[in-house]
């Protein structure tokens, strides 16, 4: 497992991170089993959110309960949650205030069982956003120690570089979607400018280059993902000359698709982390293995065209 030292933080980091949208309906064995997969690949690195499980903090609350970390178990990890998307009936909405920051925060602490968050996100942007409410719960959750990072999820240049005027703590990550057939913020950049192609169009206003320039760590979310949470490409008939090279290079590397498609992202020079959602421990390690696979830049590039995107 190749691990980087995240800037703007202490923390040492690895490529791959374990997600945990999804153990809500997992035994206290199966999150155990997960868990300690995860663990003896090499992965350090737990991402949550108050929201993920349906009712807030279920998905924390089954992490924390299963596990029960001991203090010094606790230092091993990074524990990673979001906030800021509200359960509010009858319809969802995005709250990025000072109260409800500092209230979900209380409550991914307790349910994780846990003193302190190493990396808190801002799940989703917030339209009615005071970026002065949340630099001030950002003081007061670093001044009383319960947050010790903080960073954001599928943000703009534009809304990033808004909370920065007011956020005075450096904000170090920012999640997105990524993966490749799902690839719109590096797909863009290969094809500026090319008229009436619609993957020439800026849809995120350079994000990856932003936070490249600004020391802003990338994370992919949904990484095997065809689209937007409309079913894998990986063994899709939709993407067969993807999945054949993939399957070549599987061959090649003594990997599996899997690892493939994670190396793919891994291979990108932004240092890229990975959020796998998988529950299945077999494909924990087939995704971590990818890690340390070294894809040649004809070999990314295959994958990328195969996958549809357009080189001009």
Not at 181 to 192: E, N
């Amino acid at each position: 497992m190749k691990y980087f030292s995240m800037p703007g933080t202490n923390l040492s980091v690895p490529t791959i991170i374990s997600g945990q949208m999804r153990i809500t309906d997992k035994t206290d064995d199966e999150i155990r089993t997960l868990y300690q997969t995860a663990r003896d690949a090499g992965i350090t690195f737990f991402d949550h959110a108050d929201v993920y499980g349906g009712d807030y903090h279920k998905c924390e609350a089954r992490f924390g309960d299963a596990l029960n970390l001991t203090s010094s178990q606790r230092e091993e990890i990074v524990l990673q949650t979001k906030a800021g998307i509200n359960r509010w009936e009858p319809v969802t909405t995005f709250d990025f205030s000072h109260d409800h920051i500092v209230r979900q925060v209380e409550g991914s602490l307790k349910a994780l069982k846990t003193d302190y968050i190493d990396i808190l996100l801002l799940h989703r942007p917030d339209a009615l956003v005071e970026p002065e409410e949340v630099a001030a719960a950002f003081d007061d959750l670093a001044a009383s120690g319960k947050v010790r990072n903080f960073g954001v999820s599928n943000h703009t240049p534009g809304q990033i570089a808004l909370l920065k005027k007011y956020v005075t703590r450096p904000l170090v990550v920012n999640q997105v979607q990524l993966s490749i057939t799902h690839a719109p913020i590096i797909a863009q950049g290969t094809a500026m400018n090319m008229v009436s192609l619609d993957q020439s169009i800026d849809r995120d206003n350079g994000i990856v280059d932003y936070c490249r320039l600004n020391d802003i760590t990338l994370q992919a979310w949904s990484p095997f993902q065809a689209g937007f949470f409309n079913g894998p490409f990986i063994g899709n008939p939709d993407y067969t000359e993807l999945n054949a090279v993939m399957d070549r290079l599987a061959s090649k590397y003594a990997a599996t698709p899997e690892g493939i498609a994670a190396a793919w992202i891994v291979r990108h020079p932004a240092n890229w982390q990975v959020v796998l959602g998988t529950t299945t421990p077999q494909r924990v390690k087939d995704a971590a293995a990818g890690a340390d696979i070294e894809l040649t830049r004809n070999e990314w590039y295959e994958l990328y065209q195969a996958a549809g995107h357009i080189l001009p």
